[in-house]
């Protein structure tokens, strides 16, 4: 596991289990999820139950695909000693701090969430009329201030799930966290940092406090949360005492915003499960090819001698995320002046997407042969996920005066 801990090194992510993983999945999240598990701390997990926000009708198929999902992570390369990995529903304090979290937040805010109504429209065919799937932005925010996540990779069209995240935040923390000892308890902490720490911390405050010095400010929240001997509640107690307000609960999440190219399905559309366009991590080879080779061209291109226009055929935008320079040249030159013709065209990119997916193929038919190993991984990630949560919901509970049993 990645060394830079604490909230602002630490990265929450999933996805909702609704079946088999496809190249849109590897291009716009996977791939910065390889990048992710080694430069911060990271927690994927599979979301079971936002899965249910849309399928609660017929929730069967949801159980096959978690398994599956895990096992398409890695055989891509989601490495279990790099990043926690874990199943949502394992770990019941999401549910609980959604709950709590349900009581502050007003409706208004959930209605206005822009995937809300787009969601809504799209999905046309299902009764979305229901509690769960307007809650559905509160369960996020719960999932990603339950493990304290500074962080959380996101396009730009998910960027107000995050800022209602934020909100959500800085309501509970304005609510509950204002305790009427604190500055005897935050000093009391800073005499946990030791002499010569404590004196530092007290140095940077002043400095701080007393002159807006922002790099004394960084300092002191570095010591603070690399000091190996603090309580949580004390690490949040002297972050808060550092700027000169009450104690932080929750911490406000940051939109990390990663590379996530548009996929292009078969048909030149964003590809979908809903679309049928997609290339499954899991197809066989055979498959794979054919629905490459018989994919939508330039309809421009009726015969062999039509001239063409990669800019209008979908094989063209498969061109831009696997071939070469000097292989895009070929297909723009080719397809121009009808020098090559659509089967030549697709070849290059066939090999390409063969390449890629024959060792993950190879991987998950070696995770699907040991379900073992999948399970101790597994079972491991749910123990580290479920220890940072208690610690959060720990917090919470006390802040909210439900420590009382």
């Not at 017929?58 to 390369?77: C, F, H, K, N, Y």
């Not at 309580?231 to 609960?249: F, H, K, N, P, Q």
Request: hydrophobic residues 35%; proline residues 6%; charged residues 30%.
């Amino acid at each position: 596991m990645s060394n830079t801990t604490g909230p602002n090194r630490r990265v929450l992510s999933g996805m909702r289990p609704t079946g088999p993983l496809h190249l849109g999945h590897l291009h716009g999240a996977l791939n910065n999820w390889l990048r992710l598990q080694y430069e911060y701390e990271c927690f994927f997990f599979v979301a079971d139950w936002h899965a249910l926000t849309t399928h609660y009708e017929d929730p069967t198929g949801i159980a096959p695909s978690v398994r599956q999902m895990l096992v398409e992570w890695l055989a891509v390369g989601i490495n279990p000693a790099a990043a926690t990995v874990f199943v949502q529903s394992d770990i019941p304090e999401h549910a609980e701090l959604h709950l709590l979290l349900s009581m502050i937040t007003p409706l208004g805010w959930l209605e206005r969430v822009p995937t809300y109504k787009d969601q809504q429209e799209k999905l046309k065919e299902r009764d979305l009329s229901t509690y769960g799937f307007l809650g559905y932005p509160l369960l996020q925010s719960a999932d990603i201030l339950i493990y304290r996540a500074g962080n959380v990779p996101v396009g730009e069209d998910q960027v107000a799930h995050v800022e209602i995240t934020r909100e959500v935040a800085r309501r509970f923390n304005h609510l509950y966290g204002r305790e009427t000892d604190f500055e005897e308890r935050a000093e009391r902490a800073v005499r946990h940092l030791g002499g010569k720490q404590g004196k530092l911390y007290r140095e940077f405050r002043r400095s701080y406090q007393e002159r807006g010095d922002e790099a004394a400010l960084e300092s002191g929240r570095a010591l603070v949360e690399n000091h190996p001997r603090l309580t949580l509640a004390d690490r949040e107690r002297l972050l808060g005492y550092l700027e000169g307000i009450g104690r932080t609960i929750l911490v406000e999440p940051e939109a990390l915003l990663t590379p996530t190219p548009r996929v292009p399905g078969l048909d030149g559309q964003k590809m979908s499960k809903s679309y049928g366009n997609t290339i499954g991590l899991a197809e066989p080879a055979e498959a794979v090819e054919k629905k490459l080779r018989t994919m939508q061209t330039d309809p421009a291109r009726v015969r062999r001698t039509d001239p063409g226009d990669p800019d209008k055929c979908p094989v063209w935008q498969f061109h831009r995320m696997y071939s070469d320079e000097r292989t895009q040249a070929w297909v723009q030159e080719g397809c121009r002046s009808a020098g090559i013709g659509c089967v030549e065209c697709k070849q290059p990119v066939i090999d390409a997407v063969q390449a890629e997916l024959k060792p993950i193929r190879e991987k998950i038919d070696e995770y699907t042969a040991n379900p073992d190993t999948v399970d101790i991984i597994l079972a491991e990630g749910r123990e580290r996920a479920r220890d940072a949560a208690r610690e959060t919901m720990e917090e919470v509970r006390e802040a909210m005066g439900l420590e009382y049993r």
